[in-house]
């Protein structure tokens, strides 16, 4: 029978993963490079994801057509490709400083707030803090880490204090980092 753990995962979804490895953090692993602005040549990543799985030019396009959480970009004339947040290797995807709105919503796991209660909120292995618009999202994010924990961000007095916002073409909000003076744990959010 096997480890149930694990859901079976269909082919589009391995593929889409082993794109967020490559565009996010490990491209040598397709044999490409990222210029600074996290773009690689659409070409030589279909190679390069060819190598391992069955690639061409009409399955990426539905890849990112379809990826739920729209991970991916291609430049204007299609010739490029970069994933617009999460890496963990330096490049500068070239967004503006965007005021936030007044509260933005993070959701971890259980596990991890010890430490966000004295440190706050860290990149991580990541450039930037993930932050969301909408206490649901925020919630659905904390439950790929276990139970999860809502905190709610004071963005709008941390841009009044100088701290820099981004917000990704895909809606997510991106911070450097987050005090605990701005954040508010919210009860409930596991239950």
């Not at 010890?114 to 993930?130: C, F, T, W």
């Amino acid at each position: 029978m096997g480890n149930h753990r694990f859901r079976r995962e269909d082919a589009d979804t391995r593929i889409g993963r082993y794109l967020c490895l490559i565009l996010r953090h490990h491209p040598e692993k397709a044999g490409i490079t990222l210029d600074e602005h996290g773009w690689a040549d659409v070409e030589e990543l279909i190679a390069g994801v060819s190598r391992r799985w069955p690639m061409d030019r009409a399955k990426l396009e539905e890849i990112v057509r379809t990826d739920g959480k729209q991970r991916y970009s291609f430049s204007a004339d299609g010739c490029l490709i970069r994933a617009n947040q999460g890496h963990s290797i330096p490049v500068d995807v070239g967004l503006p400083l965007t005021r936030p709105p007044e509260l933005l919503w993070h959701g971890t796991g259980e596990k991890y707030t010890a430490s966000i209660d004295v440190h706050g909120l860290l990149p991580q292995n990541r450039l930037y803090v993930h932050l969301s618009g909408d206490a649901e999202t925020a919630v659905a994010v904390g439950r790929r880490h276990g139970r999860p924990v809502l905190y709610r961000v004071r963005s709008g007095r941390m841009w009044e204090d100088g701290l820099p916002f981004y917000r990704s073409v895909n809606g997510v909000w991106l911070t450097e980092a987050v005090p605990v003076r701005y954040l508010e744990k919210q009860a409930g959010a596991g239950e």
